[in-house]
């Protein structure tokens, strides 16, 4: 058996033929075109592109909160449907962007992390709180705090808190560090680095940030236009050789303004 | 063109918002001098950056306070002109780009009637030359079809066709200086890199100066002359932009080194652990 056919029999994600669409006739949008990738248990994976690229459709999709897809999902060797049973979210989990629109302003902490615990039954609610607190590096003192006490790091703290105390399998992460000052991203990459050890969790991270995917992913694909134009491995984009002209303009851009790089910007359809 | 007149020299200026229990000193006595050149102001939230440049417009409202001992563009000193002065400055002479042209741009006009206004405040010329005027500057920001874009409400465009909009609706004036604040930080890199050319192109042909407000060090690094680093409402260090990357002061080491790259791995990436002393310490140039 080859090493990729293996990588398939226990991946972690499989996504194969995926589309999605948006609205119908003249107004049309193809947002994601058969979409491909498996992603393997523990790996860290990412996708990056432009906006209106599709790589947050793309996650949404995978998580159930667009149910118009089509094509083939399957986590952890299970199929997916369009309608997610809640045994679903106890193994994937989602961090969003914005920490300021993400958790519930009239919601003390303690209450936005025993939500998910009652949604799903678990038991020991609050040894569970006091445990992932403690896990993101926040500590009890934060438990009865509401939202507007706390800094733009303490609050993505709080968000990837929730999305852990389930103990999921799989971590979805939509630009979880583009609102926050460089210094504050830098303590969140690195909590979801060692989370990821101790936890031995698969992460998906979508980003606009070629170099914060370069930091956490072992492998990304690069998006433009809904399609997957390449996939590649960090060591590869470090090295500076992308194979599409497409992605080799991102990298370019993305490393700073050069007034010769501007001129001969292209567009790619 | 006299490419080290000062445009604007700024001495001793402090911003401070009274609240109930404490005044906030958002800019705690910053000086520097712009030219005709890109000078790049960069720190985190919170250090003062912005208030900076609403003060150099005097857009700071009450309660909030400014006082500076010298705020002089062009010999007029901005700290002690009357409004109906300050109005005839604001626009023509300085203009300012804001970081998000959703909500800069009036959602009930078309873009192109919003640019001729910003040329019709300060002149007085028939609104055919207007038009014609602004069609020229909707081309000059590298608009394709300045026509059809003339008649397009802000909802109908982009967000980095609304931003070159902003850009064009400040420069149909011709400003002396432009401040502008995080004008790309909501752009993708590639269209970033297109209004970058522009106000390169600007400072550089037309000897216009640039106050470039952001947060980004490596695109202030490759795009400005000079930087300033703000922290706690003061500037901490001053520096070439292209020796940036050999900056002294620990909070700019700190920033540099708190960054991931894309050309080799860094392991844990370096926390910035403030010293309190930074605040009120020595300014490093």
Known sequence: ?269 | MDRDKTLLSVEDLWVRFPGRTRTVEAVRGISFTVGREKLGIVGESGSGKSVTGRAILRLIQSPGEVAAKRLEFDGIDLARVDEATMRAIRGKRISMVMQDPKFSLNPVMTVGQQIAEAYLVHRKEPAAEARRKSLDMLAAVRIRNPERVYDLYPHEVSGGMGQRIMIAMMLIPDPDLMIADEPTSALDVTVQMQVLAILDDLVTKRGMGLIFISHDLNLVASFCDRVLIMYAGRIVETCRASALHEARHPYTRGLLQSLPRIDRPVGELQVLQRDPAWRDGPVMS
């Open chain 1, 1 to 269: 058996m080859s090493a990729v056919a293996a990588m398939i029999d226990v991946a972690m994600i499989v996504v194969d033929g995926l589309d999605v669409r948006f609205g119908e006739g003249a107004a049309a949008v193809h947002a994601v075109r058969d979409a491909r990738f498996t992603v393997a248990p523990g790996e860290a994976f990412g996708i990056v592109g432009e906006s209106g690229s599709g790589k947050s459709t793309v996650l949404r999709a995978l998580t159930g909160l667009n149910p118009d897809w089509t094509g083939r999902v399957a986590i952890a060797g299970m199929a997916q449907v369009a309608h997610r049973p809640r045994e679903f979210y106890k193994q994937v989990q989602m961090v969003f962007q914005d920490p300021y629109g993400s958790l519930h302003p009239r919601h003390t902490v303690d209450r936005i992390l025993s939500e998910p615990i009652a949604i799903h039954g678990l038991d020991k609610a609050d040894s569970r709180i006091e445990r992932v607190l403690v896990d993101v590096g926040l500590g009890p003192d934060f438990r009865f705090r509401y939202p507007h006490q706390l800094s733009g790091g303490q609050r993505q703290r709080v968000a990837i808190a929730r999305a852990l105390v389930l103990e999921p399998r799989i971590l979805l992460l939509d630009e979880p560090t583009s609102a926050l000052d460089v210094s504050v991203q830098a303590e969140i990459l690195n909590l979801l680095g060692r989370l990821r050890r101790e936890h031995d969790l698969t992460y998906m991270l979508v980003t606009h940030n070629l170099a914060v995917v370069a930091h956490m992913c072992d492998r990304l694909a690069v998006m433009n236009q809904g399609r997957i134009v390449e996939e590649m491995t960090v060591a590869q984009l470090r090295a500076g050789a992308p194979r599409e002209a497409y992605t080799r303009q991102l990298l370019r851009a993305s490393i700073g303004y050069d007034r010769q790089a501007a001129e001969a910007l292209k567009t790619f359809d």
